[in-house]
């Protein structure tokens, strides 16, 4: 005699596993009869002898059961572990191939949305989707990005960021661990990857993500926001970059090399590589692009860079670039105001 509660938990397994309502009364109790008729089938389950031949039916087609042909026919149980098993397989591949189906029907109705609109937060009320979504933002990365993560969250994205950064040998990247320390695991994954830079702040307790200066992750502690609004994206960067990076203890720096190119949408960010290429010897050749600090106009600046002029609180981040007219151009980073250029991209080769 099987016990109430075992029964009631095999009934719901099966229940979501799609076999239900008669069938369910049908396989269950040939389970438990053996091999018989399909009347004495209805009879025992408690099935309207009309229904029974096309419940049969049904379990005959997933597998579950086979049929003596003769007169009478009469009905019996696969066993469970092959039957079971294989129509599990068989509708976990239907499922699959339905949710592709789907998923490339659906997502060419999904747009993101562009130009003039309300402020958007979104939120999602699960913290492992919104780490899904994070691995998503770093694959799509197109230049760089940065992040303030404890440990136990790190440990979900930091291979897929690795990877990333390996293909993209042109991005970089800035962590500030907030710990006291880090896994050797990690460790050793940002210690062969040349294009990130890590520091650790055991004082931290904001949980944020942001790539490319255009898609921000902030999460709390069963939810995560996510958002694209510039202003957002501002204090964002403005927080992390006073209240982090300045403040935290690098364990890990960038390793610039002489030939490589990296590309930056973070105008604090090229501060550390073009830091650590002067330190080495090297001349930076730099792209800018932004607005005019005056006019706000477009402008794209190219030179190499002569120096840098970085105040002790932060407030002042300067790039001095001199263009092939042999000009003196200065840049700073997002809403600018002493300097000619507010960058918003900047390509720097080493050389």
Do not use: C
Request: aromatic share 8%; net charge neutral.
């Amino acid at each position: 005699m099987v016990p109430e509660d075992e029964e009631h938990m095999i009934r719901e397994a099966l229940e979501k596993l799609d076999i239900r309502g008669y069938e369910l009364k049908a396989y269950l109790t040939i389970l438990k009869l053996g091999e018989e008729t399909a009347p004495t089938i209805a009879s025992k389950a408690g099935i309207p002898l009309p229904r029974i031949y096309s419940v049969l039916e049904s379990l005959l087609k997933k597998g579950l059961i086979e049929v003596r042909m003769g007169r009478p026919r009469k009905y019996r149980a696969l066993p469970p572990r092959i039957s079971l098993i294989h129509y599990v397989r068989k509708r976990i591949n239907e499922l699959t191939e339905l949710t592709n189906a789907v998923v490339e029907k659906l997502s060419s109705y999904y747009q993101e949305s562009e130009g003039e609109r309300e402020p958007v937060l979104w939120m999602m009320y699960n913290i492992d989707v919104g780490v899904e979504r994070m691995r998503h933002m770093i694959t799509s990365m197109d230049t760089d990005g940065f992040t303030s993560l404890n440990v136990n969250v790190l440990k979900k994205v930091i291979n897929t960021l690795a990877k990333t950064l390996a293909a993209k040998k042109s991005s970089i990247f800035g962590i500030a661990v907030i710990s006291e320390d880090i896994p050797a695991s990690i460790k050793e994954i940002v210690e062969r990857t040349k294009n990130i830079e890590v520091k650790i702040l055991p004082t931290g307790i904001v949980n944020m993500f942001e790539v490319d200066l255009s898609n921000l992750m902030l999460f709390g502690k069963n939810y995560v926001i996510h958002s694209a609004e510039w202003e957002l994206i501002v204090l964002a960067n403005e927080s992390f970059y006073h209240g982090y990076w300045r403040l935290a203890k690098k364990i890990k720096d960038f390793d610039v090399e002489k030939g490589a190119t990296y590309r930056t949408a973070h105008h604090w960010l090229a501060l550390d590589i073009i830091q650590k290429a002067l330190q080495n010897g090297y001349n930076v050749f730099a792209k800018i692009k932004g607005f005019k600090v005056k006019t706000h106009e477009p402008v794209e600046v190219e030179g190499y860079i002569k120096k840098l002029l970085i105040t002790n609180d932060g407030g002042i981040r300067s790039i001095y670039i001199e263009d092939k007219e042999g000009n003196i151009i200065s840049a700073g980073g997002i809403g600018a105001s002493i300097e000619d250029i507010e960058s918003r991209y900047l390509e720097l080769t080493v050389q």
